[in-house]
């Protein structure tokens, strides 16, 4: 809810600020063949296959990955994605996901390499604050200010990530180590919240590794996926990026969810017992 008073914000700047130039061009002006270039299929069928696979693994994570509803949700994921593949390639007038952008190898790089980056990140921050809140006894608020680093770190990457871009005019290097820094950021919280206990100091300096790295990448990303397609995919190349990032973002979620959830399920049939033990 924090977010929405920022998002109408920006929408307000920029409904005053950005001034475009009118048509010439009758047809472009016209509603009704603008509407008709909106790929809703592919849109409706991405939203149908990314809900049930959310639902699979959320049902996963509180039921179990054996459940029927959740092997039926979870298959019929496969096939709505394999779908929306055919929508795009054979149906689609102007897809919103071309194949001939998605399939180079640069680009579809680009667009797998936020997908996991992301879904990491993500599955990071949703669960620290929980873990500060059931370990250290912390409210939700106080949790959540020790994510502070990691805002700084993510602040911080993307504009050195620039910087050296600018100077260099270079990128894949920079990737290639944004990239090494937050997977090496992932080890120190994972030690620090659990073989090396609670310490968090180390947690700090692990997101701000994360922070800084994934932002860095997400920065030079964007740069190698511009400079790949041509100047008429730019826009559609962009779009499909936030589009993998999106997905990833939900994704991780959602596994880490029932994998979180699958483990302390089976901890807790382990350690309790008594007539409410089923019930708790």
């Not at 920022?6 to 009758?26: C, F, G, Q, R, Y």
């Not at 002006?29 to 809703?40: G, I, M």
């Not at 962009?238 to 969810?257: E, I, N, P």
Request: net charge neutral.
């Amino acid at each position: 809810m924090g977010q929405f008073p920022v998002a109408m914000l920006a929408i307000s700047v920029v409904s005053v600020a950005l001034h475009l130039p009118s048509s010439a061009n009758p047809q472009e002006t016209n509603f009704k063949a603008q509407l008709k270039r909106v790929d809703f299929l592919g849109a409706s069928v991405l939203v149908l296959a990314v809900f049930t696979l959310l639902f699979g693994l959320d049902r996963g994570g509180n039921i179990s990955i054996k459940d029927t509803y959740v092997i039926a949700s979870l298959c019929t994921s496969l096939v709505l994605f394999a779908l929306f593949g055919l929508v795009e390639v054979k149906i689609a007038t102007e897809p919103f996901a071309p194949l001939h952008i998605v399939q180079g190898r640069t680009v579809l790089s680009v667009y797998l390499s936020n997908f996991f980056c992301f879904a990491g990140h993500m599955s990071v921050l949703f669960y620290l604050p929980l873990y500060y809140q059931a370990v250290s006894s912390l409210t939700a608020g106080a949790a959540g200010l020790r994510l502070v680093p990691a805002i700084a770190g993510g602040v911080s990457g993307s504009l050195f990530g620039g910087l050296v871009m600018q100077k260099t005019g270079k990128y894949y290097y920079l990737i290639v180590f944004a990239y090494t820094l937050f997977f090496a950021g992932t080890v120190p919280v994972f030690l620090a919240t659990g073989i090396l206990g609670n310490s968090t100091p180390i947690i700090c300096a692990g997101i701000v590794c994360m922070g800084f790295g994934s932002s860095m990448a997400v920065t030079s990303t964007l740069v190698a996926l511009i400079a790949a397609v041509g100047h008429e995919d730019q826009a559609v190349a962009t779009a499909v990026s936030y589009l993998f990032r999106a997905l990833g973002q939900v994704t991780g979620v959602s596994v880490s969810s029932m994998l979180v959830q699958g483990s302390l399920r089976r901890e807790l049939t382990r350690v309790l017992d008594g007539a409410d033990a089923d019930e708790v």
